[in-house]
């Protein structure tokens, strides 16, 4: 297969990229000549943003081909039950999400650690921006490693080029135009990913219709996924009513306060405009980021069956190849642009998530030491323009080395809902304590990675012998979900400490109180005001 068309169609996606960078940053300089691009600019886009880019842009964000493509994985591997590791979850946190957006923007922060500080004290921000930053430079080095993985087939290069010709010109458009070009560069990401995932689910169902004879319904009755057997391919149960309730207290959290959701709505020119926003995003969501990538994960079992219980070779053993094994059944054109797709699925999720590792790391940790040292404001800005390109590279070079995915990936997620969703959602509760959140975000550290510790390297390999061993030694209510017992225990262990130490402590200033405010923050001016206390 010719490489030709790949790289022609990647050079050219990947120019248009960097022009959208540079005429962001042009266009800033030239309205706002008496006003340089200012943090806020740079974080939050002056909160100037209409709804429909908040939709988009939020759903380019989530379809990243590393969690849609192993959330595919899960449903081939489980059939039904599979949905509960990501899609359902996912389709839920949709229906918060709006039902949150007036509390997010009633914390007038730019950042959530800087919210944590404002209502608990110093100290919880610091260890929350290192919290976080750790969390999604894990997440952002996972989806270079994974577009790396996915286009090197089509480009005839080594992963690791493809990773360097993904990152390379997201942290020049960064540096550029900041959370501004994201957003801008997520509009034309959103179109072709959106593309991507219809052509995808069509591809797969046309391999499905011929596999079954039409009868697709019927094929997936007899399929045989490879966790769970012969005629359990519907069944949403395989796995008990423990499995989806764990990971819906372990996931949720989390996920509701990733810093790239709460950036997006803080970004919003008004709560009205967010909550539409989000509306309009539970719709698209749904649509190109659940629904079509489902379809595509049953068909595939259908259409790549099997042979003795393992995925076939076209897919790979852990399934993770679906996606590359239906690119390769169709014509050259319709690849070339496929491969365009996942071009732009990938560099819309690094994007996001390279800046979301940034910005703990420049404004929670470097910046507020500037600010004490007199610093100019434009020298800040330069500052947080090299830590955004040192965070895509941070990522890069992580990824570089990598052989899969790992163990920071998967305990990310229940680091996120321990350490840090819980003292985020706590900051409503009035009683609420800087000790407690202190000690709630570190037992729930311990908790989630010792826990993960004991499912993955002592019960895993505690009898080689007995390749199930762990069924023996957990109750048998609970050992369905073994593998995701350490997302939920580390939320439950941070939520009982929060709570108890909050009653032991002393109760908190009323400073700290007010630092939340009684109805959502609209106005710029009053917004600035409370994030920086000019």
Partial sequence: MTTVPFWTATVLYILGMLLVGILTRVKRHIHSKA???????????????????????????????????FGMSQVYLYGTTGLWILPVPWFILCFIVIAMVPFVRRLPAVSLPQAIEKRYGPGARTLLAVLSAGVFLAWTQAELFMGGTLLAPFLGIPAWGCMILLAIPIAIYTYMGGFRAIVTTDVLQFTLAAAFMVILAATALSAASSSSGGDIIGALRQAAPPWSGQGNALNPWFLGVAF????LIGYLPGWLIEQDLIQRVQAMRSTREARRGAIAALFLITTFVLVLPSIAAFCSLVAFPPVDGVPPEAIGGSALGIIPALINTMPLGLAVFMMVGIVACQMSTVDTFAQVTAMPVAYDLVEPGQIRRGVRPERRLATTRVISVLSVLAA?????????????YYISSGVLSACIAVPAFFIFWRRTTLPAVITAAL???????????????????????????????????LAGAYGYIYVASGVVISVILIVLVSLLTKRPPRERLDAVSARPVDDFNEFVKGSTGE
């Fill in 244 to 247: 989806p309730v764990l990971l």
């Fill in 443 to 477: 037992a729930g550290l311990v908790g989630t990675v010792g826990m993960y510790w004991y499912e993955y390297k002592y019960l895993q390999f505690a009898d080689p012998a007995l390749p199930h061993y762990y069924t023996d030694v957990l109750p048998a209510w």
């Fill in 396 to 408: 890069l070079a992580c990824a570089l080395v990598s052989t899969s995915l790992g163990d920071v």
């Fill in 35 to 69: 006003d340089p691009l200012s943090t806020v600019e740079y974080w939050l886009a002056k909160r100037e943003l209409p709804s429909w880019r908040l939709a988009m842009s939020l759903t380019a964000g989530w379809l990243m081909l590393g969690w849609v493509g």
